[in-house]
């Protein structure tokens, strides 16, 4: 457990190939599913592709919503990055124009260090 918070990109693609793996297992058991196929079995074999293949609708629905999300997060993300280079311009501003003095600039930007560091850890900020 400890790994993947250490290395989220490496477990993101172990999940990722884990996914496509079920994916392809699923169409490869619809494939056999199908050639096994006769009039005496299909009773109980139509069933079973059926189940299989709403399985993997379900599996292709989830890619997608975990996408979308991944964007979402990276966009959220973005922002707040952005928040972040903004309240650095406004205190070193406020610094230049003698609204607030050096060692309160410095204690500013020490809180928005430590909020970069607890929001987001040893990432490379952009």
Request: glycine share 4%; proline share 2%; hydrophobic share 35%.
């Amino acid at each position: 457990m400890n790994e993947m918070k250490q290395n989220p990109e490496q477990y993101q693609e172990m999940i990722g190939e884990i996914r496509d793996l079920r994916e392809k297992n699923a169409s490869v058991v619809n494939d056999k599913l199908k050639a096994l196929l006769n009039d005496t079995n299909q009773a109980v074999i139509w069933p079973l592709i059926n189940e299989n293949k709403r399985i993997l609708e379900q599996m292709k629905q989830e890619r997608g919503s975990m996408k979308s999300r991944e964007k979402f997060e990276q966009a959220k993300k973005d922002v707040q990055l952005q928040a972040v280079q903004i309240e650095r311009d406004v205190i070193q501003s406020l610094f230049e124009q003698g609204r607030i003095s050096r060692d309160l600039a410095r204690e500013l930007r020490q809180n928005l260090n430590l909020y970069e560091t607890y929001y987001f850890g040893n990432e490379e900020l952009a």
